[in-house]
T-cell receptor, first 111, second 114 residues
Framework: DAKTTQPNSMESNEEEPVHLPCNHS???????IHWYRQLPSQGPEYVIH???SNVNNRMASLAIAEDRKSSTLILHRATLRDAAVYYC????????????FGKGTHLIIQP | NAGVMQNPRHLVRRRGQEARLRCSPM?????VYWYRQLPEEGLKFMVY????????ESGMPKERFSAEFPKEGPSILRIQQVVRGDSAAYFC????????????FGPGTRLTVT
């Protein structure tokens, strides 16, 4: 799987939008961009994924750059329960393989 | 629909003993993945299994570790002759088919080797 680069940590205020960046300059044409998050002392949780077009679901939005070398996970209105480590992961088309987790971004939410 | 279940949640073993970690995937899921998270580190993929078959064990240590997913019953991750370095959180994930992209994770088993 291609490598991703994320900031080690970010801080935001409750009820404000959060934009979590991810760089993946070596992404291939068949790589999907996935986001997972891990709350303290819990297993990871799927957030969202996309290939080329921007995606929205009940948890978040995923904005993908036109050249696909970067993407941004958007939490529209952060709550204290969104405090977690967020992982940006690339997966080859077909999707059945194991996930390659990096260090992720530790998101801190201030009340 | 119950989520992925793992037991035990906490396991303490002395050096040299065996550890058996169990994972029951979500109902209808036939694909299971095991990951290990060492203290202060990210998750590392260990093994991917389908019912009765090991599909990818590229992340599994060559010695002392084994995994199975029998036709009936949970998936088992077995660690023989545990050492202190095996202390970690072990997570299991499942997915329904090869083409579904999301993996659903269990709460993990925290193994402590004394």
């Amino acid at each position: 799987d291609a490598k991703t680069t994320q900031p080690n940590s970010m801080e935001s205020n409750e009820e404000e939008p959060v934009h979590l960046p991810c760089n993946h300059s070596t992404i291939s044409g068949t790589d999907y961009i996935h986001w997972y998050r891990q709350l303290p002392s819990q297993g990871p949780e799927y957030v969202i994924h996309g290939l080329t077009s921007n995606v929205n679901n009940r948890m978040a939005s995923l904005a993908i750059a036109e050249d696909r070398k970067s993407s941004t996970l958007i939490l529209h209105r952060a709550t204290l329960r969104d405090a977690a480590v967020y992982y940006c992961i690339l997966r080859s088309g077909g999707g059945a393989d194991g996930l390659t987790f990096g260090k992720g971004t530790h998101l801190i939410i201030q009340p | 629909n119950a989520g992925v279940m793992q037991n035990p949640r906490h396991l303490v073993r002395r050096r040299g003993q065996e550890a058996r970690l169990r994972c029951s995937p979500m109902k209808g899921h036939s694909h299971v993945y095991w990951y290990r998270q060492l203290p202060e580190e990210g998750l590392k993929f260990m093994v991917y299994l389908q019912k009765e078959n090991i599909i990818d064990e590229s992340g599994m240590p060559k010695e002392r570790f084994s995994a199975e997913f029998p036709k009936e019953g949970p998936s088992i991750l077995r660690i023989q002759q545990v050492v202190r370095g095996d202390s970690a959180a072990y997570f299991c994930a499942s997915s329904p088919t090869r083409d579904v992209y999301e993996q659903y994770f269990g709460p993990g088993t925290r193994l402590t080797v004394t």
